[in-house]
């Protein structure tokens, strides 16, 4: 469906100042716009948290037509225990291994990819390709299965994806040849999203997302969220509905129009993050207290 488009992925951060220097000094992201929040969102946002929360939008470009990584950071929490869940998400940039190089970033091999990893162990799988100016270097990102076949049937039958090639171990699918995919890779074993689980978010017009919904519920599927309006300070209200794939993986669809107003671009974004990382003194409070919590 062409009128539905892939957003960005979730990641929750501990460390934000390291991590702020791995998207913008390392991969070359940008800051497209910065939130600070004083408690936890009705749709769970920043997972399952009730306190003072940052959101960080950052990518290549504009989230109108580019996919970005949305970084969640909770105050007080400088790790989380990771899981399978997410593979990884893979990048045409031969520009960010020169600025690993430059920057002394660790930079590893699997296969024809280079691999970046992120404060937390997110990884980053890299083509040695110059950077398209004219598109979106995000390719696709990677999701674990447990098994394919029902998660093509979810994803193609029920979330309207299509199918775009079909390997023995691995799915991709979109919404349009022009947006970044999403790649379902069977692990032959049980998904663990343990603590740092994030969640993939979609954009619909704003008047399918009850028609989502209620296919959704007819099929039995699990609804995390049902319909809610979000507000964030300042800015546009949009409305989601949260649910998850088979193995547990967390979806929100969005109402577009609302999000095409949310998300425009923020020309003090990197200002408004770099002012907040000075303020928090967080780090300073729970070294006074043994260090920071972990979850």
Request: charged fraction near 30%; charge should be negative; proline fraction near 4%.
């Amino acid at each position: 469906m062409a009128t539905r488009r892939s957003l960005h992925f979730v990641y929750k951060i501990g460390d934000r100042k390291t991590t702020a220097r791995f998207y913008r000094d390392v991969l070359g992201m940008k800051v497209l716009r910065h939130e600070e929040f004083e408690e936890g969102c009705k749709a769970s946002c920043n997972g399952p948290y009730d306190g003072k929360w940052s959101k960080t939008m950052i990518g290549y470009g504009p989230e109108d037509n580019h996919f970005v990584c949305e970084l969640t950071y909770n105050y007080g929490i400088s790790t989380y225990e990771m899981g399978n869940d997410i593979l990884g998400l893979y990048i045409d940039s031969s520009e960010a291994l020169e600025r690993a190089k430059a920057a002394d970033w660790p930079v590893t091999k699997e296969g024809e990819h280079s691999v970046l990893e992120a404060p937390g162990g997110y990884k980053f799988f890299i083509s040695d390709k110059p950077q398209p100016k004219d598109k979106d270097p995000v390719q696709k990102v990677v999701l674990a299965s447990s098994d394919l076949e029902h998660s093509v049937k979810y994803w193609r039958d029920l979330a309207d994806l299509t199918l775009y090639t079909r390997t023995s171990d691995s799915a991709t699918l979109g919404y349009a040849d022009t947006q970044a995919k999403l790649m379902l890779k069977d692990i032959g074993g049980a998904v663990n999203h343990a603590k740092a689980f994030g969640r993939i978010a979609f954009s619909a017009p704003g008047g399918d997302l009850p028609g989502i919904e209620k296919k959704m519920k007819d099929a039995d599927k699990t609804i995390l969220t049902p319909y809610v309006s979000l507000d964030t300070p300042g800015k546009a209200t949009v409305q989601v509905v949260i649910l998850a794939d088979p193995d547990g993986h967390e979806i929100c669809f969005v109402g577009d129009e609302g999000f095409r107003e949310l998300s425009q671009v923020d020309p003090k974004g990197n200002e408004l993050l770099n002012e907040a990382m000075e303020k928090d003194k967080s780090d300073e409070w729970f070294a006074s207290k043994g260090g920071k919590g972990s979850a």
